[in-house]
């Protein structure tokens, strides 16, 4: 027992004393000699090649936990509360919803108050309210208010600076504590922290914001909204810079960026590594410290130098020739070259820590954009080579497709805010992100209409289905007799017989009542009269009575036989998304009179269909009702001829393509009321001007022209061709 005792003892000696020889020194490291301890987080790291680090980073920089002007993450918090005291709001908590079940989703703006200072920007914004379908002169109707206040810039240094809010705010009877208002912002805090202060308390307001802090930004109840300028466009906004036929193999850049270079405060620690990456052949960076009242008083040993190089480039030509442009945070998180860069088909290259993108719960960016991070600046490089060239051009695609659809004018930016927000009213009811991401976008897939993509036009190759094979009808009356007309009877006749038509409505727009029933024809189809308001826009209400994807609309005095109708039917099948049809007309610029010009001359080209006789997709009903602003149907109402000129500029503007042509008979003439019978050339003058001036209004509210033309017709296979008629499938077609 003894012996075993020794044993025990010596084996413990022998194992501390080995312990103490060969690893002592790790002991006194690991803590208990705090003065040891301290000392040695100082000395680290120990650089031993300092020669071949210096030209990346000094140990010096490494060490520093960052500038030191910067506000601590305390002091960040709280900057944050006194903003947001209500932080934990979301629309199920901070949000009325029962203002928005009577009258559905209205907006007022707040009347604009005498002499109260009012931003380029705010303007915009105020006028892009108004320009709204949703827009609504009467708060007692509103679900949603927007202040007259201009709250765009919040920098107390800034010439825009409104003063004073809180109290003015207060004063208004329908604040209250900012429930059901939406506040706009796009610049926060000032010199030298730039925190999101705003200040004012902006209550249980929804905050749309630029530059938004993901740690601020209440989820589903805030919305992030790009940085733009004071010169960003109102309404249309100019196109993207790729072309279908312009798009380079490889462009000459890979990776770039040109812009200031903060020497100091927030903002400055991403700008000033950019020179890193820089190699001068396919990856260009080039900074300026140039800017700023005392830039030279901070200038640093980089400064002349970047201030050469940055006048040798272009930024224009950068953006042009470049695959991807780096955007890298500003004093704040976002900045305008985000926008530049989108609208050049540039890919963005995000390096901005914790900043909400614009519209991210609506917008996939992942598809559009790389997102970085600010600490792996030098891994930028090697990611963006690895991108494969197909993956890069569906990119530039989708930065094209962003920016057409939710970025090029205020109007489309206003009123992506707006929709996101009605669709967290009625979620089951709301926009699949497929929607939004895809053309022709979110603000144009109304779903009032449907939420399933195969009752639209767009998405049936996506979806794999096609539209329905059935068409319906839809004759438009407005004779004066009021009475039954034999051209109306006979196309009743002949579009009955269509091996296509489901169904024959006929919108009764006379001053009389329509014929009782037993004087219509009798048809295989039903035939089912509506009473219409005697309103041009009438035409393309979205009756429910309409039940198939086609529409073939249809004027009294129209003449088509049973083969032209399917002829036309069988081509609209194959090109869903647009207007194909019989009479064309087109448009043209008038340099001498500076305006858009309407010629029905016989041309090699065409950019109209008539809808005297046309098939459309039935939806473009409900988006000429619903998307359109009263205002415009208001102007069809009171221009005659109007109205399928306002439908064709609309489907040209969705679908960014011509309508299509396909073989007639006979070629239509537009009809003269009876009562001018006499006078028929004052009344085509007359007519002709109307159409004219509508087609420059139209162009006006839309911002540009967005008719496309076309030099094609479609005719049937062995249309004239020197074969035996059995052998043609629409012989009939080549009768005179």
């Known amino acids: 027992m003894q012996t075993r005792k020794k044993y025990i003892f010596l084996t413990f000696l022998a194992s501390w004393l080995l312990l103490f020889f060969f690893g002592g020194d790790q002991l006194r490291r690991f803590g208990f000699f705090s003065k040891r301890k301290a000392e040695a987080r100082r000395n680290w790291p120990r650089w031993t090649d300092r020669s071949l680090l210096k030209s990346f980073a000094d140990p010096e920089e490494l060490q520093s936990d960052g500038d030191p002007s910067l506000p601590s993450p305390r002091a960040q918090r709280v900057a944050r509360l006194s903003v947001y005291k209500n932080s934990r709001c979301r629309m199920e908590t901070c949000f009325d919803f029962s203002r928005c079940e009577k009258h559905g989703f209205k907006v007022f703006a707040y009347p604009r108050e005498r002499d109260q200072p009012l931003s380029e920007s705010y303007g915009k914004i105020l006028a ?38 809180d109290e003015k705010i207060r004063s208004f009877p329908l604040w209250n504590g900012g429930r059901n208002h939406l ?68 462009k000459k850049y890979l990776l770039v960026f040109k812009g200031k270079r903060y020497l100091t405060g927030i903002g400055s620690g991403t700008r000033n590594a950019l020179h890193h990456i820089h190699n001068g052949k396919d990856i260009v960076s080039l900074t300026t410290c140039k800017h700023g009242k005392d830039w030279e008083k901070h200038k640093d040993v980089r400064c002349d130098k970047d201030n050469v190089d940055y006048e040798k480039f272009d930024y224009q030509e950068l953006l042009h020739n470049s695959t991807f ?28 820590d914790g900043w909400e993108l614009p519209f991210a719960e609506a917008i996939d960016w992942g598809k559009a954009a790389v997102v970085g991070n600010e600490r792996l600046l030098l891994q930028i490089p090697s990611a963006v080579r690895c991108i494969h060239p197909e993956r890069v051009l569906a ?14 004018s205020v109007d489309k930016i206003v009123h992506t805010t707006l929709e996101i927000i009605k669709d967290r009213l009625l979620p089951h009811r709301s926009r699949s992100r497929f929607l939004w991401n895809t053309l022709p976008g979110g603000l144009l897939a109304l779903p009032d209409f449907s939420t399933h993509l195969g009752d639209f036009p767009f998405y ?55 014929p009782p029933s037993r004087k219509w024809p009798q048809t295989a189809v039903p035939l089912t009269i509506i009473q219409g308001r005697r309103k041009l826009s009438d035409r393309f209400f979205p009756y429910m009575a309409i039940q198939t994807d086609a529409v073939l609309s249809l004027d009294e005095h129209t003449s088509l036989s049973t083969s032209e109708v399917d002829f036309a039917f069988v081509v609209w099948r194959s090109f869903p998304e647009r207007i194909v049809g019989f009479p064309t007309r087109s448009h043209f610029w008038d340099a001498e009179q500076r305006r858009w010009g309407y010629t029905s001359k016989w041309t090699n080209e065409l950019s109209i269909v008539l809808t005297a006789a046309a098939f459309y997709h039935r939806y473009y009903h409900s988006l000429f ?107 009939r077609l080549e009768k005179p």
């Open 183 to 250: 506040i706009f912002n796009l610049y926060s805090g000032t010199w030298p922290n730039y925190t999101e202060d705003l200040g004012f308390d902006i209550g249980q307001a929804i905050l749309a914001k630029a530059s938004f802090y993901t740690k601020s930004f209440r989820p589903g109840f805030d919305i992030s909204i790009p940085l733009f300028s004071k010169d960003h466009p109102q309404r249309g906004g100019e196109r993207g810079w790729l072309y279908q036929d312009s798009i380079p193999p490889k």
């Open 460 to 514: 049936y190759l996506q979806h794999g289905s096609g539209p329905s094979k059935k068409f319906t009808a839809f004759i438009r009356a407005v004779s004066l007799a009021c009475s039954l007309s034999q051209p109306i009877l006979r196309l009743i006749q002949a579009v009955s017989e269509s091996q296509y038509c489901a169904q024959i409505l006929v919108l009764w727009s006379c001053e009389k009542p329509p």
């Open 128 to 165: 892009s309210i108004e320009r709204s379908r949703y827009y609504t002169p009467n708060p007692e109707e509103a679900c949603l208010f927007i202040l007259s206040i201009d709250t765009l810039d919040r920098d107390h240094l800034s010439g825009q600076y409104v003063r004073n809010v």
């Open 625 to 731: 009702t619903e998307y359109l602003p009263a205002g415009l149907r208001e102007l069809v109402d009171g221009l005659a001829a109007c109205e399928d000129i306002l439908m064709n500029v609309l489907v040209a503007a969705v679908t960014k393509l011509p309508p299509i042509k396909v073989t007639q008979r006979k070629q239509h003439k537009e009809t003269v009321p009876q009562q001018v019978k006499g006078t028929a050339g004052a009344a085509s003058s007359r007519r002709f001007t109307q159409r004219q001036d509508c087609l420059n209004q139209l162009a006006d509210w839309f911002g540009y022209m967005p008719l496309v033309s076309s030099q094609l017709r479609l005719d049937p296979v062995l249309f004239k061709d020197q074969v035996s008629v059995l052998r043609k499938k629409y012989p």
């Open 395 to 408: 990119f530039q695609q989708q930065t094209q497709f962003l920016w057409d659809a939710y970025f090029s």
């Open 325 to 352: 442009c780096i955007v890298p945070r500003g004093r704040r998180l976002g900045s305008f070259r985000f926008l530049e860069a989108l609208q050049a088909a540039c890919i963005p290259v995000l390096l901005s």
